[in-house]
Nanobody, 126 residues
Framework: QVQLVESGGGLVQAGGSLRLSCAAS????????WGWFRQAPGKEREFVAA??????????ADSVKGRFTISRDNAKNTVTVNLQMNSLKPEDTAVYYC?????????????????WGQGTQVTVSS
């Protein structure tokens, strides 16, 4: 099992930027798929971005493509997964969750992710 702790959320004006980080510990196997999801009030949790064991494998939701960038930093026994969010819009307001999947392929479905963080709130004002 992997333990995930998100940080970096907050309140920002439209057009601004935020950087979310997810500290992963435990069984941080290098071949995990790391993802970011978000859930707005009254809506289902949706895929935002994912990165594989190789930085060449990245995937973004169409709604964030060109504005968000996912990255991963590996260290001994830990992994940090970052989400740089630029040109933020009010519709980006949500609780953002970090997740880890043992899948061998890039996945965007919540049910295919095995471990989840507690979430961090991002609020974008207009």
């Amino acid at each position: 099992q992997v333990q995930l702790v998100e940080s970096g959320g907050g309140l920002v004006q439209a057009g601004g930027s935020l950087r979310l980080s997810c500290a992963a510990s435990g069984r941080t196997f290098s071949r995990y798929i790391w993802g970011w999801f978000r859930q707005a009030p009254g809506k289902e949790r949706e895929f935002v971005a994912a990165i594989g064991w190789s930085d060449r494998r990245v995937l973004y939701a169409d709604s964030v493509k060109g504005r968000f960038t996912i990255s991963r930093d590996n260290a001994k026994n830990t992994v940090t997964v970052n989400l740089q969010m630029n040109s933020l819009k009010p519709e980006d307001t949500a609780v953002y969750y970090c997740a880890a999947s043992r899948s061998s392929t890039m996945v965007i479905t919540t049910t295919l992710y095995d471990d989840w963080g507690q979430g961090t709130q991002v609020t974008v004002s207009s």
